[in-house]
């Protein structure tokens, strides 16, 4: 099966910096997706990445809190900016590889 | 995607079978009933979809009614590590180059019991 990697699996920052988590897929995706996962809650969808072009984002995430790159076919990066205790969450990546959506196994993220 | 209810939690015995419910009484005709499941700290796992008939793989086997207005998904023989949450999701199929972001709802966190 595909593996989908993101790192850092676990970080803690400061309030009012930058995270950024990287997502790398053993096999070319057409399109990648960025969902939060807040504790003791289900996951919701930030954006959709598409290479080549600006991501879509979801009612309620913007650009400029989190920017999203799609350089390539295997990668994607999310910056999570300005960083507030609120953004403490589970941020995983999946994208659809042979018709089924693979996700990775989450970068945990804890704001101080 | 149609909306999925599904029991909040279940007990298992281990080895018994776990049956988990999910009910999607809107659901279209073009669209799948998918099961993903998260073991606590890692990132959702597929296990099973079909769209109207009967499927089985070597996770679970997946029982559609065939109004398709609900569904089962069944552990033969439950482990301890199949203590998760469950989720139930409808949506229609992947197209290349279209598809689309699947819509999780809150799932079924399943026990499995020694």
């Known amino acids: 099966s595909a593996v989908i990697s993101q790192k850092p699996s676990r970080d803690i920052c400061q309030r009012g910096t930058s995270l950024t988590i990287q997502c790398q897929v053993d096999?070319?995706?057409?399109?990648m997706f960025w969902y939060r996962q807040q504790p003791g809650q289900s996951l919701t969808l930030i954006a959709t990445a598409n290479q080549g072009s600006e991501a879509t984002y979801e009612s309620g995430f913007v650009i400029d809190k989190f920017p999203i790159s799609r350089p390539n076919l295997t990668f994607s990066t999310l910056t999570v900016s300005n960083l507030s205790p609120e953004d403490s969450s589970i941020y995983l990546c999946?994208?659809?590889?042979?018709?089924?959506?693979?996700f990775g196994e989450g970068s945990r993220l804890t704001v101080l | 995607d149609a909306k999925t209810t599904q029991p909040p939690s279940m007990d298992c015995a281990e080895g018994r079978a776990a049956n988990l419910p999910c009910n999607h009484s809107?659901?279209?005709?073009?669209?799948?009933v998918y099961w993903y499941r998260q073991i606590h700290s890692q990132g959702p796992q597929y296990i099973i979809h079909?769209?109207?008939n009967n499927e089985t793989n070597e996770m679970a086997s997946l029982i559609i009614t065939e109004d398709r207005k609900s569904s089962t998904l069944i552990l033969p023989h439950a482990t301890l590590r199949d203590t998760a949450v469950y989720y139930c999701i409808v949506r229609v199929a992947t197209i290349i180059g279209s598809a689309r972001q699947l819509t999780f709802g809150s799932g079924t966190q399943l026990t499995v019991l020694p």
């Open positions: 096999s070319q995706v057409t399109m």
């Open positions: 809107t659901i279209s005709g073009n669209e799948y």
């Open positions: 079909g769209l109207k």
């Open positions: 999946s994208g659809y590889i042979t018709g089924e959506l693979f």
